[in-house]
């Protein structure tokens, strides 16, 4: 399990950022640069180390290779064999710009996206919403209605998928929404 540390001065106390989960994965994920970067040879999904059930919240994925590509959320009974969005505890942004749950698009709001873009992900557990930016503009509230306690997930539906995230641990390429925490950490 990676985790990263970033001593904060101002308020003297660290903050450890979390990664993707080793022991939380589809068979067909590998990881690499820290357990930051996923490369999917099948369908499946990773989950992160670190969950929240409160809070405002915002992480980017930059993306490598969009192919079935999916980027978003997940609680702790989703299937990690299945993309996240394929069950009823996960939700997804696909790279053909669809937010599916349960295998069903749920909203056509979220724009598509392709090799380099910077998907930012802005989960507020408050208002139990997930909004979806891409390259620092917003395609609004991509979900509604989120309960329990929810990881960031990644998955692929098939080709092979391969993307970096950066939970905070080194700088955005985007500002966070306002009132958001810059990153995922505990």
Known sequence: MAVFFNSMMAGSYIKVFT???P?????GC?????????VFSSPGSVRSVIAKSSGKW???VTVGSPNNSVVGVANSSA?????CGSNINSWGWYVGGNVLNNGSFVNNGADTYT????????????????????NGVSSGTAITGLSATMYACVGSGGAPTGNTTNF??????????SGF???LYI
């Open 181 to 183: 925490n810059s990153g």
């Open 19 to 21: 990664a993707w989960n």
């Open 115 to 134: 090799t380099g873009d910077v998907l930012g992900i802005a989960l507020d557990m408050d208002a139990k919403t997930m909004q979806c930016y891409k």
């Open 58 to 60: 915002y992480w980017e």
């Open 23 to 27: 022991s939380d994965k589809g068979a």
């Open 168 to 177: 905070g641990a080194s700088a955005f390429s985007y500002t966070p929404p």
């Open 79 to 83: 299937l990690m064999s299945q993309y």
């Open 30 to 38: 590998a990881l690499s640069n820290l357990n930051l970067t996923t």
